[in-house]
């Protein structure tokens, strides 16, 4: 098990990953350095105390109060978008890896905060745990003061994105998931994959023709938790001899340009998959 501390500067835009490994980078020029605004909760921020990334408890008395904690397995997309959600809207917090292939969430400690033995769980300062990796997004987007883009109050838009959330948990993560598992080495099951790659004609239609049919982003101009909870497991498909359409790999391309830490979520994953490739 493995624990990261987030307390750093907001990333500079500018930052760039194309979704798909054989798109090129464009060449951008260096950005300008952050300056911390006046009011700015990271102002003083200072360098990571040594041995940080190695220790097996955060330190009180460098933050001077508990940090949510969030269990990942950071090949799993599923952890990636409440991972990405921390991260773009400022939230201090402490990232725990688990390693589920060594069977680290089904220990005794592990299942009683998740009887399912799956990632990612959350637990908040006060001992909640939340885990389901949508409804974390909508917990943090509750309880944590986020950009009102994320998880807007508005009724329509509320609405909208709740129902592209349960179209991808009912629709889209089932029929990706018979087409790429295989590819991943997550399921032996090969006789699903043409009903998969089939299921995904339409469904990735759905996605572009209505979702994304008037906005560049689920919920308007800007990304919002819907986005992270679809866009990120579509990333599976660049391990894989799907033909990923124009308009999606378009959509993964502006959210990933839009979103300062992309990078730094989807690098273990797309290690992962540039591996299983070779």
Not at 1 to 20: F, I, K, L
Request: charge should be negative; include cysteine.
């Amino acid at each position: 098990m493995y624990r990261e501390y987030y307390r750093a500067p907001p990333s500079v835009p500018g930052s760039y990953y194309s979704p798909y490994p054989a798109a090129p980078l464009p060449v951008t020029s260096a950005p300008a350095p952050y300056e911390y605004p006046q009011n700015d909760i990271y102002a003083g921020y200072e360098a990571q105390p040594e041995g940080w990334g190695e220790r097996d408890a955060y330190s009180q008395q460098y933050y001077g109060q508990p940090l949510p904690k969030l269990y990942v397995y950071k090949v799993s997309t599923n952890c990636l978008g409440p991972w990405l959600l921390l991260k773009e809207a400022g939230i201090p917090f402490e990232l725990i890896e688990v390693d589920t292939t060594r069977g680290e969430t089904h220990t005794p400690e592990f299942l009683s905060m998740n009887p399912m033995g799956k990632v990612p769980v959350y637990v908040e300062t006060d001992g909640s745990v939340i885990w389901e990796s949508n409804t974390i997004m909508r917990y943090i987007c509750l309880k944590h003061r986020v950009p009102e883009h994320f998880y807007p109050h508005d009724v329509n838009l509320r609405g909208r994105i709740e129902m592209a959330l349960d179209w991808r948990q009912t629709v889209l993560y089932p029929n990706l998931s018979k087409m790429t598992y295989p590819y991943l080495g997550f399921s032996k099951d090969r006789t699903k994959i043409a009903e998969g790659k089939a299921a995904l004609d339409k469904d990735l239609k759905v996605l572009t023709d209505f979702f994304l049919r008037e906005t560049p982003f689920i919920g308007g101009m800007l990304p919002c938790i819907a986005d992270y909870s679809i866009a990120l497991p579509l990333l599976y498909l660049y391990a894989t001899d799907y033909r990923t359409p124009n308009k999606v790999r378009d959509y993964l391309e502006h959210l990933a340009s839009k979103t300062p830490n992309w990078n730094e979520v989807t690098e273990a994953l797309k290690n992962f998959m540039a591996s299983i490739s070779k």
